[in-house]
């Protein structure tokens, strides 16, 4: 099995930063292809905020572009997202995904880690 696990969220003001982290450990039958983060919000879907792959390709959504940056550890199971100037409304639970590649690619969530954001 492949457990996955976000922690750093936390409560901050607007216009500070954060840094989240990400790990996939157990095991990985394949390896590890894609890592994201998504977010939901009370009442919204699950959206998603930044995809590295395994070549470090990455991809934002247009609300966090500029200041949001995904990256990932050497090892290649875990990822990161410096979070800066944040905003009120990037208060969610912020969910790591993990996409392990092999015959069957499956994907992975975390538990999930509150961040809010007051103004």
């Known amino acids: 099995q492949v457990q996955v696990a976000e922690f750093g969220g936390g409560s901050v003001q607007a216009g500070e930063s954060l840094r989240l982290s990400c790990a996939a450990s157990?095991?990985?039958?394949?390896?590890?292809?894609?890592m994201a983060w998504y977010r939901q919000a009370p009442g919204k879907q699950r959206d998603l905020v930044a995809r590295?792959?395994?070549?470090?390709?990455?991809n934002y959504a247009d609300s966090v572009r500029g200041r949001f940056t995904i990256s990932r550890g050497d090892a290649g199971n875990t990822a990161y997202l410096q979070m800066n100037s944040l905003k009120p409304e990037d208060t969610a639970v912020y969910y790591c995904?993990?996409?392990?590649?092999?015959?069957?690619?499956?994907?992975?969530w975390g538990q999930g880690t509150q961040v809010s954001v007051s103004a």
């Open positions: 590295i792959n395994r070549g470090g390709s990455t």
């Open positions: 157990g095991s990985i039958d394949g390896f590890v292809g894609i």
């Open positions: 995904n993990v996409v392990v590649f092999n015959l069957n690619p499956t994907n992975y």
